[in-house]
């Protein structure tokens, strides 16, 4: 019987990933059938555990325990052979463990140990650290050392999975060897959802202040765009959808909304507008001075194509320009820059698709969010906002567009 009192040690603890829970469960039920057969404890002389670190855990001084006499390095590397040899560890652990050794090889190098006693440190032969050696100096190109991606893919249930067990309170590491995975991947993932879980609070409370700020009917306002803004509170728009008249003279007019849009507009709001081929340069020039050039998107024309006879070019798209104020909010939602445009003008004779804006809308925002259409026409940009739950506000200084756009509205909304 030993002296000394077993403890866990920190330095192997923290080389080994932790025994997943089914192991662990099979360890204990074989413990409680069988009695204490396995190999003996064996620990430092001062009783940190370098073998058996689970056993004594689960079956405490039942355990067989055996002192070896050894120094810390020595100590270490056989708890690196014995683990590695033997528990079933995944492709991922071994390679941790395999980076852990390396790493304090090449530190041991760098102090000025021998090959030999690196390799006795951590438990390899003199060849793997002399490999270790000659890689890292490969790898190194302008003094910058280029380490390996240690992060690992998990499909979008593993995460539900990792975020669940954290959450219940299970240790990182433990979550870790559980699911295969290493563990600055599980720090990644409950870092990424703690941030979506704040922003989703945080959209919610701008949407519910933008809902109250609103008028409750006649959302759709006869009056100039600049007019309706002053109505609008800082930071209360989660989308600018929108199709400004296309003359070059109307250049102000996008400069003008995207001034707007940098005080309404939430941080990662979009503003998207349609615009003609030929303005392109100078809008992404006018509007980029305040919002954020994102992409350039693209319609696709159903029916008859326009001929520009003044450029020589039968117009098959058309651009939507997406500007965002900072970054986009939401990576996480893909998009497609193209979508197909169907021909709807029996309301306005520069009428757009409501599926177009419908696509974006319910892409870029989220229910109960505020959409603001400066330019209503015939009131598309309203209709699938409000079609998909979404607050809208609109207006349009032309008393005809207005008058459409309300009866459209009331049309499809009786
Ligand atoms: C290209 S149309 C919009 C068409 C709309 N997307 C649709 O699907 O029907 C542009 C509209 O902007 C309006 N407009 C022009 N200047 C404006 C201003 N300063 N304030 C508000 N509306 C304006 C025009 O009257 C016109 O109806």
């Known amino acids: 019987m030993s002296e000394v009192t077993p403890t866990p040690w920190d330095r192997v603890q923290g080389l080994l990933p932790p025994l997943a829970a089914p192991q662990r469960d099979e360890l204990k039920a074989s413990l409680e059938t069988h009695g204490y057969r396995g190999p003996p404890v ?34 270490l590397a056989l ?5 590695t040899a033997r528990r079933q560890l995944t492709t991922i652990q071994i390679n941790q463990i395999r980076d852990t050794q390396r790493k304090t090889a090449l530190r041991l190098r760098e102090q000025g140990k021998t090959q030999a006693e690196a390799a006795a440190a951590v438990g390899v032969s003199q060849q793997v650290v002399s490999d270790w050696q000659a890689k890292s100096m490969h790898n190194t190109s302008g003094g910058k050392v280029h380490k390996p991606d240690v992060r690992t893919k998990v499909t979008k249930d593993g995460k539900e999975k990792v975020v669940k067990a954290v959450k219940a309170g299970v240790p990182q590491a433990q979550v870790a060897a559980d699911l295969g995975v290493n563990q600055a991947t599980v720090s990644r993932i409950v870092t990424e959802d703690a941030k979506r879980e704040q922003e989703e609070v945080e959209r919610k409370a701008r949407a519910e202040a933008a809902a109250r700020t609103l008028p409750k009917d006649n959302r759709i306002q006869q009056t100039d765009f600049r007019h309706q803004a002053e109505t609008l509170a800082d930071e209360s728009v989660a989308l600018i959808f929108t199709d400004p008249p296309y003359a070059r003279d109307n250049l102000d007019l996008y400069a003008e909304v995207a001034r707007i849009g940098s005080r309404v507009l939430v941080p990662g709001g979009s503003l998207l507008c349609y615009c003609g081929q030929f303005l392109v340069p100078d809008i992404y020039a006018a509007i980029g001075k305040t919002l954020r050039p994102w992409w ?28 965002v104020k900072g970054t986009r909010g939401d990576k996480h939602t893909f998009v497609d820059d193209l979508t197909i445009g169907t021909r709807e003008k029996d309301g306005h004779e520069w009428q757009q698709a409501e599926s177009e804006a419908a696509y974006w809308i319910e892409r870029l925002t989220k229910p109960g969010e505020l959409v603001w259409d400066p330019f209503c026409g015939s009131g598309t940009t309203a209709v699938a906002a409000h079609k998909l739950k979404r607050l809208f506000l609109t207006c349009d200084v032309d008393e005809r567009a207005i008058t459409t756009a309300r009866a459209r509205f009331a049309e499809v909304f009786k």
């Open 42 to 75: 064996y620990v430092m002389p001062d009783g940190r555990i370098i073998d058996g670190h689970n056993r004594y855990d689960l079956w405490g001084s039942r355990c067989v325990v055996e002192v070896l006499d050894v120094d810390e390095e020595t100590g």
């Open 79 to 83: 708890a690196l052979a014995h683990n």
């Open 296 to 323: 350039i998107a693209a319609v696709q024309h159903g029916g008859q194509k326009a001929r520009m006879t003044e450029y020589g070019v039968v117009v098959c798209w058309k651009p939507l320009l997406w500007f």
